[in-house]
């Protein structure tokens, strides 16, 4: 028996709708005069993926780009921190990001301090849903 062309299309879009129902995206956002944070959260059953991008939006991008930054990003659940090169835009992202499993979740009414310190200024990015 031969089946008709659109079933395997049909079985691949319905398990991609199955899969994507069981996976929850929270996005966090917050700036200050320098800087634009923005924290993305993918839970799937049990595990939570976080990926983030720090932009430089001061006026003083020649004098930011390309500077190594430290930073620390602190929540109700727990911390990270780490030191990265901003682009020559002033951009900072995530390679990998961080993940977690049966770790403690963040809900949207959380709000995620993002601390960066460069040159010798530091700033704190309180991030929230939007």
């Known amino acids: 028996m031969k089946l008709k062309p659109w079933v395997p299309f049909s079985i691949v879009i319905i398990m991609m709708l199955l899969t994507g129902c069981n996976s929850t995206i ?3 956002e917050g700036s200050t005069d320098n800087w634009d944070a923005k924290i993305q959260v993918t839970y799937t059953e049990d ?23 430290d930073y620390e990003i602190d929540s109700r659940t727990g ?10 835009g002033g951009v900072l992202q995530s390679s990998d990001g961080d993940s977690c ?10 709000e995620v301090e993002f601390k960066v310190m460069w040159n010798g200024q530091e700033e704190i990015i309180v991030l929230s849903k939007k």
């Open 26 to 28: 929270l996005n966090l």
């Open 47 to 69: 595990r939570e993926d976080q990926s983030f991008v720090l932009k430089y939006q001061g006026d003083k991008l020649d004098e930011v780009k390309n500077t190594m930054i």
């Open 101 to 110: 499993t049966g770790c403690a979740k963040l809900y949207e009414d959380d």
């Open 79 to 88: 911390s990270s921190r780490g030191k990265a090169q901003l682009s020559k």
